[in-house]
């Protein structure tokens, strides 16, 4: 089994979006994606992209499955799942951890890979595709999502715009 993923972000919309490419030596193959408007940064979308591709992984396994690939373009989403420290992206890195535990329990080996983004790698340029089409949607998936590292972000921004303005 293998899954690639990707996030996007459209500056002109203001909207981030994650896809997922899952294909099982590219003979099944299926596109996943989501769109989380922009109440989360790029860097969280690449997490939540990630747990999505555990989830994904876990409801299409079969009882030959013994392996699942997962690849994404983001080396340090990748890093911060190294790390279970309260920083952003706290949240998904728990939960990714608790899937990595439910595949380790079936005795299914995880292998999450960096894959250079933008190279004509077709499963990671076909994530790249599902996440961009999510951004230019007008409707907003109906799960709500926004991140800490948004929100401290948006109090920066606000502070220093003030703080000109004295």
Sequence with gaps: MILYLDSSKNEQLNKVGAGVFYTTNFV?????????????????????AIEQAFKIAWQNKQLNTDK???????Q????????SNLKAG???????????KKFQDIA?????EWVPGHMNIRGNELA??????????????PESYI???FIKRKIRETGLT???NI
């Design 162 to 164: 003030n703080w000109n």
């Design 128 to 141: 790249d595709k599902a996440a961009k089409k999510e951004t230019e949607l007008q409707y907003i998936n």
């Design 76 to 83: 340090a989403a990748i890093k911060r799942l190294k790390k």
């Design 28 to 48: 099944k193959n299926q596109s996943f994606s989501w769109n989380l408007e922009s109440g989360v940064e790029v860097f969280n979308t690449e997490l939540f």
């Design 108 to 112: 299914i080996q995880l292998h999450l």
């Design 147 to 149: 991140s800490l590292t």
């Design 68 to 74: 699942v690939w997962i690849f994404s373009d983001s």
């Design 90 to 100: 706290q949240y998904y890195v728990q939960s990714i951890k608790n899937w990595t």
